[in-house]
């Protein structure tokens, strides 16, 4: 009983420790582990939608879901780009454990083509004022001859616009217009986009993007998931300097200036063999002009209208036609460099600022050429028999028909003349027979 009767007595305080080092505890645990903070992961993608591109925009889909970030917001403003890379692309963000978001932006932005596919398959799209969306029609892609195959064309209009129907359809966007961007290449402005339900919302800026989708939910698989975007710390991310240099060379105004850079180093190569510069500046710029190439919708007619060219430049310089195959040169390279990118988008062709200065630049440094061939043809041979031909000398010995000898040009020679001419005389070469000089009196 007694027994009994302390512990009843202690208990109360035992109680009391018990639950104060109890609530020691929670409270430490609540400091030691803070929530996780929250993050947006940004991109800029700004270009012709490639291979490089495609890259970039997987791994940072793949760096947000590492991170558990609220989402992943691409900023977009594209003409278009290579239908392979837009497919890995979209296959990726229909995959993505989080949320993508695709912004058009800033103002002036658009997203044509491929960019409109892209847009359709974010899980949340939007569009900054004074930006365009559509023109999805399919376009050759890789090299062609020229010649439109009809049929093809048909078959990857058709298989595009299905494409497009199945990612609006799972989106919840609108089908119909989908269907339009790609048969008759229509496009919208933001706040048209808006109305007809291609896109989710319209605004000004990331941080007001941000606000304005904070508590959207979204589908990822089977999963609804709440976005909480307000306050979170933003993570931008780049391109590193290896891509950002593949992606400026998938520019078709660069491509094209390579690739005549690559033509111009080795006609310089070959027509001094051993200067090795051109020759490697050459072999350089061609190598990164077929790469981009592999990007862009290559003619192979253009391409072999400006290698004419270049042939009639050379055989211009060489033969001195007086410039007639230059006129030629000219006329082949201009419609050549035109018809190199197959493209309808002009954004996916080189601009007429290019062409013209390119154009000229070679065709005066080939004429300059043909005019130093010309001028030396008009030049008295300076070596060889013709160049002997009015030399002047003088006889050492008696000349006659038969024999003699004079020193011209700082040699001894084997001289005949038509009249006798005495020794010490002044001569002047008229005619070269072999190693003899037939000379005649000054």
Known sequence: MRRGKAWMTKSPMVLTRFAFITGLIAASSLLVLPAAARETVVARIDGIIGPVTARFMIQTVEQAENQVAECVVFELDTPGGLDDSMRLIIKKIMASKVPVVVYVAPSGSRAASAGAFITMAAHIAAMAPGTAIGAAHPVTLGPTSGTIDTNMTAKAENDAAAFIRSIAEKRGRNIEWANSAV??????????????????????????????????????????????????????????????????????????????????????????????LPGVVGAISLILAFFAFQ?????????????????????????????????????????????????????????????????????IFFMIGVWLSIRSLARRPVSGEAGLIGQEGDARTAINAKSGQVFVSGTHWNAVASAPITEGTRIKVIQVKGMTLKVEVI
């Open 183 to 276: 048969k008759d290449s229509v496009s919208l402005s933001e706040t048209e986009a808006l109305q007809k339900k291609v896109i989710d919302l319209i605004a000004p800026s990331l941080p007001a993007l941000l606000d304005a989708i904070d508590g959207r939910t979204v589908t990822l698989g089977t999963n609804k998931v709440q976005l909480v975007t307000k306050g979170v710390s933003v993570i931008n991310t780049s391109m590193n300097w290896r891509d950002e240099l593949l992606a400026t060379i998938a520019n078709p105004n660069v491509a094209y200036v390579l690739f005549m850079l690559g033509l111009l180093g080795l006609y310089f190569e070959l027509s001094n063999p051993g200067a090795i």
């Open 295 to 363: 990007t862009l919708s290559v003619n192979v007619a253009g391409i072999l209208l400006i290698l004419l060219a270049i042939v009639l430049f050379i055989v211009d310089v060489k033969a001195a036609t007086h410039g007639v195959l230059t006129v030629g040169g000219v006329i082949a390279m201009f419609i050549g460099s035109i018809m190199l990118f197959d493209s309808p988008d002009p954004a996916l062709r080189v601009s007429m600022q290019v062409v013209i200065p390119v154009v000229l630049v070679t065709t």
